[in-house]
């Protein structure tokens, strides 16, 4: 981890100026300093550090310029790791964020009390690792919960479900299930109004539920 080059990029001078100092006692190498976007992206392409940290909010809106940096620099210098701090979980940056590979790291500033652990965070970015904080976890997952249509179905409509994916027909899911055909049936009309799937003249609700539990499950 020694000699390690790394940028740091943050608006607010103690703060960059304070991670900056504890990084260099650590033993790497902050080649550069930014105070906003362009400047970091700058810095980037004329000291080709291994990592940058970067606040995701700075100037001069304070709301995605650090996200729009990183992923400009993922863009035109894919071999630079990046680590970004937010005072917030922000779901949809994260989201886009992490799409872009490796060596990439997603942090809340109120994670970094233990200077041991961070300079270890960093170290494994710098080196191919993705270091996501348990905050945006359990949001990615909880918004996924949310927008996941199946929630409101009950563990046999699922399953009656999971087979009309299949292909069956009513009599072959209640010969799998051991249940009537007409019970099927109730269970196959629950399905179609907790997914509020109307009754069309021109579209098949059947096959419209099917496709929904493929999107969901995918």
Do not use: C
Not at 119 to 124: G, K, N
């Amino acid at each position: 981890m020694t000699g390690l080059r790394v940028v740091v990029a943050d608006d607010d001078v103690l703060l960059r100026a304070g991670l900056a100092s504890l990084l260099t006692q650590a033993g790497l190498d902050v080649v550069g300093q930014a105070g906003d976007a362009e400047e970091l992206v700058n810095l980037v392409g004329t000291e080709a550090p291994q990592l940058a940290i970067i606040d995701i909010r700075m100037p001069p809106s304070h709301t995605s310029e650090g996200l729009d940096a990183a992923l400009r620099i993922r863009k035109e210098f894919p071999a630079v790791a990046m680590l970004l701090l937010s005072a917030h979980v922000e779901v949809d940056h994260a989201v886009e964020l992490l799409d872009g590979g490796s060596g990439i790291g997603y942090l809340l500033k109120t994670r970094v009390t233990d200077v041991t652990d961070f300079v270890d965070t960093v170290d494994r970015i710098a080196h191919g690792a993705s270091v996501i904080d348990p905050a945006l976890v359990y949001e990615l997952v909880a918004a996924r919960r949310r927008d996941d249509p199946l929630t409101a179905l009950s563990a046999r409509e699922k399953d009656v479900l999971t087979l009309m994916a299949e292909g069956l027909s009513n009599a072959g899911i209640g010969r799998r299930l051991w249940i009537t055909e007409g019970t099927v049936e109730k269970h196959v009309r629950s399905i179609l109004t907790k997914l509020d799937l109307a009754d069309t003249s021109d579209d098949h609700r059947r096959v419209r539920a099917v496709i929904m539990y493929l999107d969901a499950v995918s």
